[in-house]
């Protein structure tokens, strides 16, 4: 049972450098979302998407962008990296949005910017 | 602002006694309220959750209570067992879903 799988599972960028980190789920969920984790603050969200095609800011978006083009992928953008951006980068999926149905996450990216 | 808060960055029990998680709020909003687990190197996994109209809700040796009027919110885990060792979230439920940001707990055998 794969669940939401995120990759890579390492990286280490040089300020200025791009990548895409993707997200992939087999559970056919509508629901999409991107945190990241920061020592003391808990996960913040950066975008989700509400299904395929769709896209929208959360709590902390400046410096990313998103893209939803299939249903079961959603890739994470950092056009320019920044020192700012080092973090723990973990992707979640959920079938009825928020209320409580729980998300699933994948088991992160830890993303270092020099 | 923090509109959850998890105010005990840590907390160590010993095996087979209660563990009593603790966690704020100041969205009157919130409908649901979750409880996360974390392990090193691995995402967070859904434990425990409760509506806004419950004060207590139980599942095995986890029970949540909320009291609505304090805004509180506490996860108690009894016995304890060393495998309960995690970074424990909890977690509000309105338009988004909004963390805390965690306590270790550390269950000594």
């Known amino acids: 049972n794969a669940g939401v799988t995120q990759t890579p599972k390492f990286r280490v960028l040089k300020t200025g450098q791009s990548m895409t980190l993707l997200c992939a789920q087999d559970?056919?969920?509508?629901?999409m979302y991107w945190y990241r984790q920061d020592p003391g603050m808990g996960l913040r969200l950066i975008h989700y998407?509400?299904?395929?095609?769709?896209?929208a800011k959360g709590e902390v978006p400046d410096g990313y962008n998103v893209s939803r083009l299939k249903k079961q992928n959603f890739l994470l953008g950092l056009e320019s990296a920044a020192p700012s951006q080092t973090s723990v980068y973990f992707c979640a999926s959920t079938s009825q949005g928020i209320g409580n149905q729980p998300q699933h996450f994948g088991d992160g990216t830890r993303l270092s910017i020099l | 602002d923090q509109q959850v808060k998890q105010n005990s960055p840590s907390l160590s029990v010993q095996e087979g006694r209660i563990s009593i998680l603790n966690c704020d709020y100041t969205?009157?909003?919130?409908?649901?309220f979750l409880w996360y687990k974390k392990y090193p190197a691995e995402g967070p996994t859904f434990l425990i959750s409760i509506s806004s109209i419950k004060d207590k809700n139980e599942d095995g040796r986890f029970t949540v209570f909320l009291n609505k009027s304090a805004k509180h919110l506490s996860l108690h885990i009894v016995p304890s067992q060393p495998g309960d060792s995690a970074v424990y979230f909890c977690?509000?439920?309105?338009?988004?879903?909004?963390f805390g940001a965690g306590t270790i707990l550390r269950v000594k055998s």
């Open positions: 969205n009157s909003m919130f409908d649901y």
């Open positions: 998407s509400v299904g395929e095609g769709t896209t």
């Open positions: 559970m056919n969920h509508e629901y």
């Open positions: 977690a509000a439920s309105g338009d988004k879903l909004v």
